[in-house]
Every structure is written in C-alpha cells, then in structure tokens.
C-alpha cells in the first residue's frame, strides 16, 4: 500500500522563478496538507485541500497557492521565490473526520527545495 | 495564537536507560497533544498522542505525561534504543486537521 509520494525529491531554484512540488496522497485519503519546514525549526502549517478547496491556511502569503485535484493529488506552487523559501516541504494526507489524533495523518518525505 | 515549544534542541542518552523529551504550550483549551518521531529523508511518523481530559498515555516504551497546570508534556522512552535516535516533535491541533509543531528536539542514543 503506498503511502505519501512526493516529487521531485529535490530541486534547486533561482530567486524570482516559480516552483510546482507535487503530492500524492495515502490510498483512501481524502484530504492534503502541506507544511514547510525551514532547517531547525518543526513544520509549519501552509494550507489544507479538501474537495478540490482550501479548507484552512496558515500564516503565509499569497505567492503560496496551491490545488487538489479530483483524484485527491495536490500541487504546492510558490511564485517569486524569495531566499527565505528554502525549506523541506512537507505533505501530509488524512481521511476527513479521521485527521490527525490517533495517527491519521501520513507525512510523506517532502521535497528539498533550495533556493539560490 | 497557541504555540508549543521545546526547549532542548538535543538530548544524549545511554541504551537502555530512560529517554525523558519535553514540550511546553500556551494558552490551553481543550486540547489535543502528539509526538512525532522523524528520521532523515523521511517524512515525520505519529508516536503517540494524549487528549487534555487526561494525564498520561501509553504504548509500549512510549509513554507521554500531561501536567497541566504547568501547561507541560513530556515523553517517556524505555528502555531506549539506538534505533530511537531521531529527531522528535511535540504538536498539538488546532482547529480540525491542523497541527502546530515544536522547534523539535534530537535524541541520540549511545551504545
């Protein structure tokens, strides 16, 4: 049974570009969210897709944005990337009602991404 | 807004002996705790988690303490063992789904 697939594993971006990280969720989950983890520091809460919207977000501006899709898949795009936006990113996936109490959320490995 | 914190980036622990990792909250209502163990490359994993109607829960080696009047969690490794050699995090929910992480703290067992 897979789990949460993330991809690429790692990329390397220029200040000013844009980046799409992708996210497949658990089997049998419903809703993603995603997280960044900056070096040091637990991750931190971006947003949460759930039907095809976003559900809650976190303290990040509006280059962050991101989609699901009607197979439950989810995007993550950052637009002018700043220094500052070099982090793991991570996925989580749940079944809603389930959510993160006993376990329901699964993390996928999260993407790297540098920004240079 | 409510916030968890740790307060030792890293602990150094002999095998066998017992692992005690600490997290402090603020601003409590009724609440969710939880820890999660995270290796390199990997994605962070549930270990165990306790509601604020309760003072202790346990699985296994695992056994995580809430005092709430001092507004602290603590978890419980014993005995330790060098796979538990990791980075853990203590969290809490908030709202639904949405969790709200500590800085984390890297546990190393020594042989």
């Known amino acids: 049974d897979a789990g949460v697939t993330q991809s690429p594993t790692h990329l390397i971006k220029t200040r000013g570009q844009q980046v799409t990280l992708r996210c497949s969720p658990k089997s049998g989950h419903d809703t993603v969210s995603w997280y960044q983890q900056a070096l040091g520091q637990g991750p931190q809460f971006i947003f949460q897709?759930?039907?095809?919207?976003?559900?809650q977000r976190g303290n990040f501006p509006d280059r962050f944005s991101g989609h699901q899709f009607p197979n439950y898949s989810s995007e993550l795009n950052v637009n002018a990337l700043l220094l500052g936006d070099s982090a793991l990113y991570l996925c989580?996936?749940?079944?809603?009602?389930?959510?993160?109490?006993?376990?329901?959320?699964?993390f996928g490995s999260g993407t790297r991404l540098t920004v240079v | 807004d409510q916030q968890v914190k740790q307060n030792s980036p890293s602990l150094s622990v002999q095998e066998g002996r017992i692992s005690i990792l600490n997290c402090d909250y603020t601003?409590?209502?009724?609440?969710?705790f939880l820890w999660y163990k995270k290796y390199p490359a990997e994605g962070p994993t549930f270990l165990i988690s306790?509601?604020?109607?309760?003072d202790k829960n346990e699985d296994g080696r695992f056994t995580v303490f809430l005092n709430k009047s001092a507004k602290h969690l603590s978890l419980h490794i014993v005995p330790s063992q060098p796979g538990d050699s990791a980075v853990y995090f203590c969290?809490?929910?908030?709202?639904?789904?949405?969790?709200?992480f500590g800085q984390g703290t890297r546990l190393t067992i020594n042989p």
């Open positions: 897709y759930y039907e095809e919207e976003e559900r």
């Open positions: 601003n409590s209502m009724f609440d969710y």
């Open positions: 969290a809490r929910i908030q709202g639904a789904q949405k969790l709200v």
């Open positions: 989580a996936s749940s079944l809603v009602g389930s959510g993160p109490r006993r376990g329901g959320y699964t």
């Open positions: 306790i509601s604020s109607i309760k």
